[in-house]
């Protein structure tokens, strides 16, 4: 990795942490060159805007969401044994960002009524990848019998995804603290309500 592609890297890298806790409209220029003892230029020559920078982060939570989350779930068998594990590594990351704050969900709030914003398009873009291959893995689940052939994939998306926005507001804002077992009860009866005799 040449050089620039390096302090590239490293901003993008400090601006994820940046954003993480003071949410991506607290992220700008100067305290993310503050952070990075830069110039300002220094990190504008990285990325054209404010703007610019606050996409780029959201792509790259997304890169890292998936390398944690998705892609390890794929090697599970296909249908409810995948499923489960998308659940689980999502809960596990959850629970992680009880401490350090998630950008789907502050960036949900930030940009729910901005509609014109790159920011929020990236936002939704990432978020409906997401539910779309939970969509899919709940799918292959009826597919392979593992669910009922009457579950409603997008009742059932609902539930699962709700349950994990419950978690984060119960665990983070209200520092409830049986949230997390809470949730994990929650996602298993709803697990077992849809599956199918035998399964």
């Not at 050089?3 to 994820?16: F, N, P, S, Y």
């Not at 901005?114 to 539910?131: G, Y």
């Not at 009860?185 to 199918?196: G, H, M, N, P, R």
């Amino acid at each position: 990795m040449r050089k620039g592609e390096q302090t590239r890297v490293a901003i993008l890298d400090a601006a994820l942490d940046l954003a993480s806790r003071d949410g991506l409209e607290g992220l700008t220029i100067g305290l993310l060159a503050e952070r990075m003892q830069m110039s300002k230029s220094g990190v504008f020559a990285h990325f054209g805007s404010r703007e610019d920078l606050q996409v780029e982060v959201v792509k790259e939570y997304h890169r890292r969401f998936e390398d944690e989350v998705f892609y390890p779930s794929l090697r599970e068998a296909r249908g409810l044994p995948r499923l489960r594990s998308m659940l689980a590594r999502w809960m596990e990351k959850r629970i992680e960002e009880v401490t350090t704050g998630c950008i789907y969900i502050s960036g949900a709030v930030e940009y729910d009524d901005r509609a014109d914003s790159a920011v929020r398009e990236q936002l939704v873009h990432s978020v409906t990848t997401w539910r779309a291959a939970l969509t899919r893995a709940i799918r292959q689940a009826q597919d392979e019998g593992h669910l009922r052939a009457d579950t409603d994939p997008g009742l059932m998306l609902f539930e699962l995804y709700s349950f994990t926005l419950g978690l984060h507001h119960d665990a983070r804002f209200l520092h409830l603290p049986d949230a997390v077992q809470l949730t994990r009860d929650a996602l298993e009866k709803t697990i077992v309500s849809y599956q199918s005799n035998g399964h």
